[in-house]
């Protein structure tokens, strides 16, 4: 039941005016990072140009744009327990949100079509098991949660009719230092979710490959592409690319046998152009970039120190570094289009 102070919180939220994208410069990305000693999330326009600067309080990791209104939310460095709802015309921050006793942000979030519906990627400190938080978004309060069907919930997307995936990363984590706690036995899923929160559909690994932990998504078709990073022997080659779609197995998709070590086991992340035929897969402890092709064939590999955000952008990629680079992603390579002295941190988020 909805409590007096969360419903005054939502009246005083409906009257503030609700800008919309255009109002702050039609940004196509939100990207997080670190300016000398300060943390910052920037709104980047599609050749990315700094539109806006929000100081955030500690690291950044991802964001989650509203669909409709200029509204962004920052998400702690994992494992964190803040979020914070940035007004991106004023910086103002509208709320801070906080999960409830014995929970952790994981990082990511998604909203719902509508915007009326903010879900948080989260996990119970002590042993690591995945919920997915729900907010309402008249005033941010806290409305419910989900199980998000395994360990370690990281990356989650909206798919266009409502349902939500979760990439549960498999990884039990300390919860103070991240120390990783059972690698031996590890078990990454992708999780398929009604709009209601109940589970559709779920899918593992091959036995061989289930210390290969799922971390990030890009939507891709009717389904998902995703991340992984390897936590089994180096020497072993792995592919760090996937694709899925719900009803189906997981297909990996694997470079060539000289490109099985360039990402040193490593995908930090990922996107898929609007056309769907090409794929963006980023390493930043590599430097590398690997571009695959629609169906998961691999097409090139780029190098560039410490890349690692990945966006789809127009009808192309960027890809961002903590170097302060933007760059575009395509058939023809790294194109420089911007710097900006920023440091860009993990990832890229495109707003649309």
């Not at 390897?230 to 719900?246: F, K, T």
């Not at 952008?313 to 920023?342: E, F, H, I, K, M």
Request: hydrophobic share 45%; proline share 6%; aromatic share 6%.
């Amino acid at each position: 039941m909805a409590t007096r102070r969360a419903f005054l919180a939502g009246l005083a939220a409906a009257s503030l005016p609700r800008v919309s994208w255009a109002e702050v410069g039609s940004p196509a990305c939100l990207a997080a990072g670190k300016l000398g000693d300060e943390f910052v999330l920037h709104g980047l326009s599609a050749q990315g140009e700094s539109l806006f600067e929000i100081g955030l309080p500690a690291r950044g990791h991802a964001a989650a744009a509203h669909p409709t209104q200029a509204l962004a939310v920052a998400f702690a460095r994992r494992p964190g327990t803040f979020a914070l709802v940035l007004d991106c015309l004023t910086g103002a921050v509208r709320h801070r949100l906080t999960p409830p006793d014995g929970r952790q942000f994981n990082g990511h979030g998604a909203f719902s079509l509508d915007g009326a519906l903010l879900m948080t990627s989260e996990v119970v400190a002590e042993g690591s098991a995945g919920r997915v938080g729900l907010w309402e978004t008249a005033g941010f309060t806290r409305i419910g949660e989900w199980e998000s069907g395994g360990i370690g919930p990281h990356d989650i997307r909206r798919l266009a009719d409502g349902r939500l995936v979760v990439a549960n990363g498999g990884i039990q984590t300390d919860p103070g230092d991240r120390t990783k706690l059972n690698t031996d036995t590890m078990r990454p899923n992708l999780t398929l979710l009604s709009p209601e929160g109940a589970l559709l559909d779920q899918v593992e690994l091959a036995d061989e490959l289930h210390q290969n932990s799922i971390r990030h998504l890009a939507l891709h078709g009717e389904g998902v592409a995703f991340a992984m990073q390897w936590e089994g022997d180096p020497a072993e080659p792995v592919a760090q690319l996937g694709l899925w779609v719900p009803g189906s197995a997981p297909q990996l998709c694997p470079p060539p046998d000289a490109q099985g070590f360039a990402m040193k086991g490593y995908a930090g992340s990922i996107a898929v152009n609007r056309a769907g035929d090409l794929i963006a897969l980023t390493s930043a402890p590599a430097g590398v970039v690997m571009l695959f092709d629609g169906v998961g064939n691999w097409l090139s590999s780029d190098q560039r120190a410490d890349v690692s955000g990945a966006a789809a952008v127009g009808d192309g990629l960027r890809l961002t570094d903590g170097q302060g680079g933007v760059w575009g992603y395509g058939r023809d390579g790294l194109t420089p289009l911007a710097r900006n002295s920023t440091e860009w941190d993990n990832h890229l988020i495109a707003l649309a």
